[in-house]
């Protein structure tokens, strides 16, 4: 349902989302990991990749009438487009996890909305750490890099072993979590990969690997299927443009 809010200077859109809980797992002081539609899919293939090599449990959905009309068929549920899974580290002393992705990109004006209820979502389970996946244009001379924010930020990027990025700008529901999770009392990296624009990138998509690793000991998959899962969000994402219209336009 959309609201409509007046304000002075005109009318403004209100996204109502809606949380759908399914299964309870009493995550252990949980890691979030973020993977947003991206420049050569490359979040979204990762975040699949987790959610399917490491066998992840469905914990809780979004939707809203903002959100394209469509489900996911997974092998335990049929979920919304904005889907969380849980991990239960089997590395001892080891941070639990929690995923959060989609296959569509939320337009420039639901960025807001849709970051602060994911945000809200993240809070209510524990969560003090957010790990960001996006895909960035790949040009010569690019590299992996990481922008962190939050009280222990600097930790983060020294305990990922990635370059800093210190200016420059992060763009859709990514820069918003950027700026908006420290003042809910989280810290948050983003890793940014490059990758070929236009087409899936599964090779750039593995490259997420390693510094996640680092950063959560014991959440670790290998990259066998990445192309196979390019494939299939390839699709994913097509069905889910043509549902939305014009969505491809903000997507990367």
Do not use: W
């Not at 809980?21 to 979204?44: C, H, R, W």
């Not at 004006?109 to 994911?118: I, R």
């Amino acid at each position: 349902m959309i609201e409509l809010l007046k304000k002075s200077n005109g009318i403004i859109l209100h996204m109502d989302i809606e949380t759908i809980q399914y299964e309870e797992m009493n995550l252990k002081d949980p890691i979030a990991v973020i993977g947003f539609p991206s420049v050569g899919l490359t979040s979204s293939i990762m975040a699949n990749m987790y959610a399917k090599s490491l066998d992840m449990t469905p914990i809780a959905g979004m939707a809203s009438a903002n959100m394209p009309p469509y489900c996911i068929v997974n092998s335990k549920r049929v979920l919304p487009p904005l889907r969380f899974f849980g991990y239960k580290n089997k590395r001892k002393n080891g941070h639990d996890v929690i995923l959060c992705m989609t296959e569509y990109a939320p337009k420039p004006e639901d960025c807001y909305n849709t970051a602060v209820k994911v945000l809200q979502y993240l809070k209510s389970k524990g969560v003090k750490t957010i790990v960001c996946m996006e895909g960035t244009p790949k040009f010569e001379g690019a590299k992996i890099m990481a922008v962190a924010s939050g009280e222990n930020g600097e930790k983060l990027l020294k305990k990922s072993g990635l370059e800093a990025m210190y200016e420059g700008i992060i763009r859709g529901f990514t820069g918003v979590v950027m700026y908006e999770a420290p003042s809910r009392g989280m810290d948050v990296i983003t890793i940014m990969v490059p990758a070929t624009s236009g087409v899936p990138d599964p090779g750039s998509s593995a490259s997420f690997i390693e510094p996640i690793s680092k950063l959560i000991p014991g959440f670790k998959t290998k990259p066998n299927e990445l192309l196979k899962e390019a494939e299939i969000i390839q699709q994913q994402m097509e069905m889910a443009t043509k549902n939305l219209g014009e969505t491809s336009q903000y997507i990367g």
